[in-house]
């Protein structure tokens, strides 16, 4: 279909705003006489707080408030504000023993299918270096930091579980007494009969694959504040994905009623997952009950957020393949064990959705998938980008090129005899793929990287520099249907000159979702970009309910509420044309800002005189707007391939990309330019994700030995490629437009493309994550390459 302007590379909408520094992000407001709170963090990974003294703290000048475990039982009753007592205090409820869960996810009805709850506000029982003991609230950020150090704690140190097999051994210390054995959950699926099919298989070939922990390192840091307004009720501002679900989760973590909290989200400086968990709100909301109801300001500074937000979940991996000579695929066995870090935070849903997402590409007679999620000493590991699909296509795209050498298979054949045809209906969630251009993303990659020719070129090589090619695909989703609920709301104001005003409960983030849904509107309406005003702020007492930004949804779950309420605008502006001309309205369009017949664009009426006629018309008055909601229950499936092209130091085991292409199949694009940028983002955070990038600790105490921007090395523009960005633009029926999902895919396959091209240089698989310098060189004295 021919779209005017869906499917154009527009200027992003918060362009100018941001490049020129009017955007205002959450340190960008104030309120009068704000207080700023600080955090005491623990030293250790695992300890009892036996005793502490804030009494010195309490003392120094400038210091309003010190909190502990123990002061939380009377938070709410601390304030002096007239009526908070009545206001906030409504349940008798020890908050004390409020424990809560930080994930963002949509509130469940069903209580077995919510979030474990294991936090508390602040924690007797410190489970990570970092874990927050104790928060100090001053007039400004040197009083509040000399104050954290005047507070005197007795610990009781615990031995620290600082990995799944020390969590996991018999005996081990419990660090929350309700998980036997550390394990958070357990549970996978099964699809036939496994070990019938691998019996009837030619070849049963295992292989075992790890990745590490990485964080988001997104540029603005966690930062909120916090407050009790005139009306008695806490508002926050924040820098959050999920500013409904943040209004949720801190009336349970106080024990209030929700609607007793408002949630204001300004610009976002980034949040790739991380900021889809309330991580510091709860906390700030105490700090300033604590003092009233005063203002207080949390900012957490760049080494507290590497550590005491979230991080992306490691994984230890088993898997057992059975295949055919031909390359055909009988049964897969994959165990899975999570490291979700001390506290549960998005916890088993990672490995579930990682597993889930991987049936979409590969269907095979059986398949069993076996995670398990396991509470450790270390920091809390959460959502990020891809949300446990890199780990598990990592894992599973380098055990198939492992299988491709054994049975000395070209890779990409071995794949595509087993790839997913239209049509298939996943045997779990129902999905049905209606749209898969999967075969055509793997043509179109391997002839922009000219793989036949470079691997001929390549065939026989010796000396200290070698080169590679690699490849692996991906499947994902385009929202979370079935497992969770996929709701959406857009708001549509018609002004007088008959441009319109976008409010939705969509977060931007950075992804240029705004953008799109004014691309959309647009669309739809028959007028051009600037005359869409979108909203892009998001407050819970004004903008329309969206669950968040996350599981690259925006687009596709929030764009059919846009959609939605487009085309009921569209049609409330031909009906009123309908009464100011007497043309039968479904002879009419709009196009160019005016009202047309359908058949033959000729103009009949502005847009503009209609809407006019909409507000001031004496009789027929009724200004033209709209407010939906959407209900998503259908998901389309998005596909892809990454064929890298490397250069490998033998010596020094230095790992360079020479070449690098990510080609999409998400339906219609709406914004090539904004879509070329998240492929740029997502690839260029898989390289570092396959190179560089490892949190590490001590194997002994959990101290973090790297949480700065210093020693943790995140890819600089001198270690980036140019990354080539490719699409094979085939609409979904189910997505506004035709579109599939974009956001978190193009992170998912570049890891173990990089590490096949690295295999295919040396003929040495590298089944751990990140191929650093110095693992490599290791690995190539252990196999004796050097």
């Known amino acids: 279909m021919a779209y005017t302007v869906v499917g154009k590379s527009v200027t992003r909408v918060d362009a100018v705003a941001k490049v020129t520094g009017k955007a205002k992000y959450t340190d960008d407001f104030s309120e009068r006489d704000m207080l700023v709170g600080k955090i005491l963090h623990s030293p250790y990974a695992h300890a009892i707080v036996k005793s502490i003294d804030v009494s010195k703290a309490k003392a120094l000048p400038g210091v309003e408030a010190v909190l502990t ?42 209580e077995s299918h919510r979030d474990k709850e294991d936090r508390y506000i602040l924690t007797q029982k410190a489970r990570f270096v970092g874990d927050n003991i104790a928060a100090v609230v001053a007039t400004d950020a040197l009083i509040a930091s000399k104050a954290l150090k005047l507070i005197e704690v007795e610990y009781e140190v615990l031995e620290a579980l600082t990995s799944t097999d020390a969590a996991l051994k018999e005996g081990a210390p419990l660090i929350h007494d309700d998980c036997e054995r550390n394990i958070l959950a357990s549970g996978g699926y099964a699809i036939g009969n496994l070990e019938e099919a691998l019996k009837e298989s030619d070849h049963v070939i295992e292989g075992e694959y790890e990745t ?8 603005e840091n966690q930062v909120s504040h916090a407050y009790v307004d005139s009306d008695r009720r806490i508002v926050i501002m924040t820098s959050t994905q999920i500013p409904h679900i943040v209004r949720r989760i801190v009336a349970q973590s106080l024990g209030i009623s929700w609607g007793r909290v408002r949630v204001i989200k300004p610009y976002v400086g980034g949040g790739f997952g991380n900021k889809q968990d309330v991580c510091i709100e709860p906390l700030n909301v105490a700090m300033s009950l604590a003092v009233g109801g005063r203002p207080v300001k949390l900012e957490l500074s760049r080494e507290e957020a590497m550590i005491d937000t979230r991080t992306r979940h490691a994984f230890k991996f088993k898997i057992k393949t059975g295949i055919n000579n031909d390359g055909k695929i009988n049964g897969i066995h994959i165990t899975a064990v999570s490291n979700t870090g001390a506290y549960a935070s998005h916890g088993h849903s990672i490995a579930s959705s990682g597993g889930g997402k991987f049936r979409y590409l590969y269907p095979t007679k059986a398949l069993k998938y076996d995670p398990i999620t396991v509470y450790t000493n270390l920091p809390v590991a959460g959502a990020m980008r891809g949300y446990g699909t890199p780990q598990i296509f990592f894992a599973f795209e380098s055990h198939i090129e492992d299988i491709a050498k054994k049975l000395k298979m070209d890779p990409i054949e071995i794949r595509k005899k087993n790839l ?5 209906v996943d045997l779990l969630s129902k999905n049905k793929i209606m749209s898969c251009s999967i075969r055509e993303c793997i043509d179109k990659g391997r002839e922009l990287i000219k793989w036949d020719a470079k691997k001929a070129l390549y065939k026989e090589q010796t000396g200290d520099k070698r080169r590679g090619l690699g490849m692996a695909c991906f499947s994902y989703a385009s929202g979370t249907y079935p497992v969770a609920l996929e709701l959406a709301g857009a708001r549509i104001v018609m002004n007088q000159d008959g441009s319109v005003q976008l409010q939705l409960g969509a977060t931007e983030i950075g992804q240029g979702s705004d953008t799109v849904f004014a691309q959309m509107v647009a669309e739809v309406l028959g007028i051009p970009m600037y005359m869409v005003h979108v909203i892009s702020t998001q407050d819970t007492d004004i903008t329309p309910f969206d669950t968040g930004s996350y599981a690259s949804r925006q687009t596709y779950v929030s764009g059919m509420a846009v959609e939605k309420a487009a085309l009921e605008v569209k049609e409330k502006v031909l009906a009123f044309a309908n009464r100011m001309t007497d043309i039968p309205a479904h002879l009419l369009d709009i196009k160019d800002q005016f009202v047309v017949f359908k058949d033959s664009g000729e103009q009949v009426i502005a847009l503009e005189v209609v809407a006019m006629q909409s507000y001031y018309d004496r009789v027929n008055a009724q200004p033209i707007t709209s407010d939906v909601s959407n209900n998503a229950r259908i998901n389309a499936i998005p596909y ?42 997502g690839v260029s955070m898989a390289i570092g994700y396959a190179l560089s990038e490892q949190l590490l600790f001590d194997e002994k105490t959990g101290k973090p030995l790297n949480n700065n921007l210093l020693d943790y090395k995140l890819p600089t523009i001198m270690d980036t490629p140019v990354i080539g960005a490719a699409f094979v633009e085939k609409e979904d029926p189910t997505g506004p437009f035709g579109v599939k999902s974009l956001g978190e895919p193009p992170i998912v396959s570049p890891a173990p493309a990089i590490r096949n091209a690295v295999f295919d240089a040396t003929d040495v698989a590298f089944n751990r994550i990140p191929m650093n310098p110095q693992r490599v060189f290791e690995k190539f004295k252990e196999t004796g390459l050097i």
């Open 69 to 110: 475990y123990k002061d939380l039982p009377e938070i709410r009753y601390a304030t002096a504000m007239p009526g908070v007592i009545e206001a906030i205090a409504t349940d008798e409820v020890d908050v004390a023993e409020l424990k809560y869960g930080t994930a963002g996810h949509p509130f469940s009805l069903d």
């Open 212 to 219: 590490s922990i990485v964080q988001h390192c997104h540029m």
């Open 420 to 424: 997913v045809e239209v049509g298939h």
């Open 640 to 681: 892809g391939v990454t064929f890298a092209e490397v250069e490998v130091d033998i010596k020094t085991g230095k790992i360079k990309i020479l070449e690098i292409f990510n080609v999409h199949d998400s339906g219609k694009i709406v914004n090539p330019l904004l879509a070329e940028g998240q492929v740029h983002g």
